[in-house]
């Protein structure tokens, strides 16, 4: 059974930062493509920055430069560090595991909530 489970969100103030993590079991972890979205209220899910199993990084353009993606193949965890938050990054963040060119291999987690006050 596939798990991807979400920590690390909660209340920030503007400015502030915090540290999500995504740890996945029931995958080879190592082989999967690892991002983060995120989907505020009344709007569409949307891609925040992804990771592939070489490490290779993406991002929205409009969040380079104050979130970053980042693996530990050891404990199967994506994390998503993101400062100078602001409160339009509001919203619920959510892990997907994707396997390269299998759409069948594809999962994701329940989600974490963020908040940022202003």
């Known amino acids: 059974q596939v798990q991807l489970v979400e920590s690390g969100g909660g209340l920030v103030q503007a400015g502030g930062s915090l540290r999500l993590s995504c740890a996945a079991s029931?995958?080879?972890?190592?082989?999967?493509?690892m991002g983060w979205y995120r989907q505020a209220p009344g709007k569409q899910r949307e891609l925040v920055a992804s990771?592939?199993?070489?490490?290779?990084?993406n991002y929205a353009d409009s969040l380079k430069g104050r979130f970053t993606i980042s693996r530990d193949n050891a404990k199967s965890t994506v994390y998503l560090q993101m400062n100078s938050l602001k409160p339009e990054d509001t919203a619920d963040y959510y892990c997907?595991?994707?396997?390269?060119?299998?759409?069948?291999?594809?999962?994701w987690g329940q989600g974490t909530q963020v908040t940022v006050s202003s």
């Open positions: 997907n595991a994707g396997f390269p060119g299998d759409p069948g291999h594809d999962y």
């Open positions: 029931g995958i080879f972890f190592r082989l999967y493509t």
């Open positions: 990771i592939t199993s070489t490490g290779r990084t």
